[in-house]
């Protein structure tokens, strides 16, 4: 019997040998597991604000009374935060009972029929074994990357979605968002309704025939479906019209203008599941929005600022967040980003983040040098000094903001945990 920690480690050694072939690896793993592709679920894809959208709806469910299963990545502090029930991380003995037989499978299959899955793919097949398990309701699985080929594209869910889509991982995706679009329509099943974000129109055509060839139903988004919002630093009130649903007045507690439309894809899947059968009573959704906790997305700790934007996408959304509610006060930004996400477009935005930076070289083999990161920020006119540690220099950059400023801290969503970690956050 492998310790919880013994089981992490192995999923993670499979970076090492794993071969991702399509989808066949977690396919084989889930029948190996005698696990079905069908479960309740909604299915949710997109660049930015698929984390968000899943975290809403998960809140909504279990405000409703189910009983939640919720499949995220990549996590930021310990690896049972990717897989909650109701809510909170599953425990080490949770891990155990559905890791050993995982891990004692794909030995199998590696062994036996040259199936070596990847991290990403067992942390998939874990996820579900867990749900199916511990009989949850309904589960909330957020993709990993792209759609099409990404392993969680293994499931038939109830409902699809897809949140705003960027250019982000254009190696894998393809160089514009149609193509990047493309890519995440791929999770749209047949016959299985999908929501969709707002997008520009040949997105949105994107969207429209995949789902025809699909026989899909589509309830596709328009920006004038917001009715009307007040955002402040803390969260928004808005107010939608979905078809024939109207929402007043509605509290989001997560900040930022961006997740106005994120909480409008949520309500589109609530009306979708409603279709469906599944009973979600107003006041649960009302309640899930204004009570829904996403750590390192405008996360606030005292004066400090936590944001995992880590893509130009992602980025301006902080931009106009900082711009909107904290242009007076003083700010300092503390950075650690990875070397493929470091754009010209980036430094553009992450320049009127602040005029002052310390940077970091984050815990990865793609991060970016802390003195590489910092000259790219002082040519775009940003005061920016490297730092041996993140304690150093989140000390610095407190010293620096003062009691009445603020510090920003942003970049990867692992820089984002690293973070949390030097704040004393807990991750449970």
Known sequence: MRSAQEIIEIIHGSQQTGNKVGLQNTRRLLEAL???????AVHVAGT???GS??????RILRCAGLRTGLYTSPFL???PERIRLNGAPISDAVLERYGNPLVEVSARLAREEDIHATPFEHGTALALSVFAGEQVDIAVVEVGLGGRLDPTNVIVPDVCAITAIGLDHMHTLGDTVEAIAGEKAGIIKPGTPVVCQPAVPSVEAVFAAAAARQGAPLLQLRE???????????GSVASYQLGGTRWESLRLSL?????????????????QLRALGWRIPDEAVRQGLATTVWPARLEWCGNVLIDGAHNAHGVTALRRFVLNHLANRRRVLVSGVLKDKLTPEMLD???????VAFTVTPDSYRALDAEDYAAGLRSVGVAAVSCG???EALRQARETAGAEGVVIACGSLYFAGETRNALGLSWR
């Open 224 to 234: 004038e479906m917001l009715l009307r919002a007040e955002c402040d630093a803390r």
């Open 255 to 271: 900040p930022g203008e961006h997740q106005l439309q994120n909480a409008m894809t949520v309500l589109g899947v609530v009306e």
């Open 53 to 58: 959208v899943c975290a809403m709806l998960e």
């Open 77 to 79: 502090q310990a690896y």
């Open 34 to 40: 005698g696990l079905p592709a069908r479960i309740p």
């Open 48 to 50: 930015n604000g698929k």
């Open 349 to 355: 935005v992450l320049k009127d983040l602040a005029p």
């Open 389 to 391: 540690t993140l304690d």
